[in-house]
């Protein structure tokens, strides 16, 4: 089983002026462990991307990260972001979040070609897998995620895959404060890294399978201390250096 480097992502969603974007990255970078022990990404908004690069330049704990692109290249979409844009300016890129599935009708099939798009354009990406309450409820976890990994991976090669991360977040959790169990989160992990072993075979065990949802400097090292989970993608706990960066030292802890 090849050991696998965690790795944190906070994803600032639509919160942050640029300049409190800077405020931002300027204060985790105070509080971040001189040496995190794990990859340490920043997801801010589009429009804070350049500025926040800038002030990260030349720190190798940080990296940086958009939260959304667009599936076409460069052309007549008004209003949206295309990969070969983003190149320049990140090298991760969040694709398929539950929050743009709900909210902006984004479909498997979209989200696939959303990841096509960035792995042409050499990004990184990490795609976002997660069940709701009710398919939660109906016991159907593991077989939504797996099913939206399948979507989400089918026809890349194993190159490709193994430059991306998955990240679980039931979409109950995200926001919520209600953190999934260890073994729920275990066992959608364990879903998606079997859905990842059948298309890629044992490339599949060197993509990292984060989770997402509620995370905060309480439940990280119990989370981390799960082999099966690579990472963290934090929502609502990033906008806050000190919570954000005691979440980076747990991973970088037990990595
Ligand atoms: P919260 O950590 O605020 O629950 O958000 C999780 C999330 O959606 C990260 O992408």
Redesign the pocket.
Same mark, same amino acid.
């Given at each position: 089983m090849p050991q696998r480097r965690r790795l944190v992502a906070g994803?600032w969603k639509m919160h942050t002026t640029v300049a409190e974007a800077v405020t931002l990255a300027e204060a985790i970078r105070a509080s971040l462990p001189a040496q995190p022990g794990c990859d340490v990404v920043l997801l801010p908004p589009f429009v804070s991307l350049w500025a926040v690069g800038r002030h990260i330049a030349g720190d190798s704990r940080l990296q940086l990260g958009a939260q959304n692109v667009h599936w076409a290249p460069p052309g007549a979409h008004t209003g949206e972001i295309a990969a070969a844009m983003l190149v320049d300016l990140c090298r991760f890129v969040l694709i398929g979040?539950?929050?743009r599935r709900q909210e902006f009708g984004e479909t498997d099939r979209l989200v696939h070609r959303k990841l096509e798009a960035a792995l042409t354009a050499g990004l990184l990406p990490i795609v976002?897998v997660g069940e709701s309450q009710a398919q939660h409820d109906a016991g159907r976890a593991r077989a939504v995620v797996a099913a939206q990994t399948r979507a989400a991976f089918g026809g890349c090669s194993e190159d490709e895959a193994a430059r991306c991360a998955v990240?679980y977040?039931p979409r109950w959790?995200? +926001?919520?404060g209600r953190a999934a169990a260890g073994s729920d989160a275990v066992s959608a992990a364990d879903a998606i890294r079997r859905a990842l072993r059948a298309m890629f075979g044992p490339v599949a065990d060197t993509i990292r399978i984060l989770y +997402? +949802?509620?995370?905060d400097q309480d439940n990280a090292p119990g989370l981390f201390a799960e082999p099966a989970i690579d990472g963290a993608?934090?929502? +609502?706990?990033s906008l806050r250096p000190g919570p954000f960066c005691a979440i980076v030292a747990a991973a970088g802890s037990l990595g």
């Amino acid at each position: 089983m090849p050991q696998r480097r965690r790795l944190v992502a906070g994803n600032w969603k639509m919160h942050t002026t640029v300049a409190e974007a800077v405020t931002l990255a300027e204060a985790i970078r105070a509080s971040l462990p001189a040496q995190p022990g794990c990859d340490v990404v920043l997801l801010p908004p589009f429009v804070s991307l350049w500025a926040v690069g800038r002030h990260i330049a030349g720190d190798s704990r940080l990296q940086l990260g958009a939260q959304n692109v667009h599936w076409a290249p460069p052309g007549a979409h008004t209003g949206e972001i295309a990969a070969a844009m983003l190149v320049d300016l990140c090298r991760f890129v969040l694709i398929g979040h539950s929050e743009r599935r709900q909210e902006f009708g984004e479909t498997d099939r979209l989200v696939h070609r959303k990841l096509e798009a960035a792995l042409t354009a050499g990004l990184l990406p990490i795609v976002a897998v997660g069940e709701s309450q009710a398919q939660h409820d109906a016991g159907r976890a593991r077989a939504v995620v797996a099913a939206q990994t399948r979507a989400a991976f089918g026809g890349c090669s194993e190159d490709e895959a193994a430059r991306c991360a998955v990240a679980y977040e039931p979409r109950w959790a995200i +926001g919520t404060g209600r953190a999934a169990a260890g073994s729920d989160a275990v066992s959608a992990a364990d879903a998606i890294r079997r859905a990842l072993r059948a298309m890629f075979g044992p490339v599949a065990d060197t993509i990292r399978i984060l989770y +997402g +949802g509620s995370v905060d400097q309480d439940n990280a090292p119990g989370l981390f201390a799960e082999p099966a989970i690579d990472g963290a993608l934090v929502g +609502g706990a990033s906008l806050r250096p000190g919570p954000f960066c005691a979440i980076v030292a747990a991973a970088g802890s037990l990595g």
